[in-house]
């Protein structure tokens, strides 16, 4: 008799489980629609400049920068550009005159 006990107490609390969880799931914040599209390159003219260029596809205001890796020299990030649902923007950095130039360009996005 003691073991049907436990067993019905343990489908009981299951089932609070599963409604907690779903309660849980329903209050839960919305993740934004979209994402941050971004891309990039060195600069034609100057193997020591890159830039990076993002587009923002979701519904909200995104902050990114370029973060240039450079051979032989310090690596340098990019000026922080903030941008609004929809708009394009690009960030760039230049590695010091003593460098063998940028090895990869990227980006940090907040």
Not at 33 to 50: E, L
Request: charged content about 10%; some cysteine; hydrophobic content about 40%.
């Amino acid at each position: 008799m003691n073991r049907r006990k436990n067993i019905v107490a343990a489908g009981l609390t299951t089932a609070f489980a599963a409604v907690a969880l779903t309660l849980g799931g329903l209050a839960a914040p919305a993740q934004a629609a979209g994402t941050v599209d971004c891309d990039g390159w060195v600069h034609n003219n100057n193997p020591d400049h890159g830039i990076a260029g993002c587009h923002n596809n979701t519904d909200r205001t995104v902050t990114f920068r370029a973060e240039i890796v450079c051979g032989w020299a310090p690596d340098v990030s990019g000026q922080w550009v903030t941008l609004a649902p929809g708009q394009y923007g690009e960030s760039s950095g230049v590695c010091a005159i003593y460098s063998s130039g940028v090895g990869s360009v990227g980006w940090t996005i907040q």
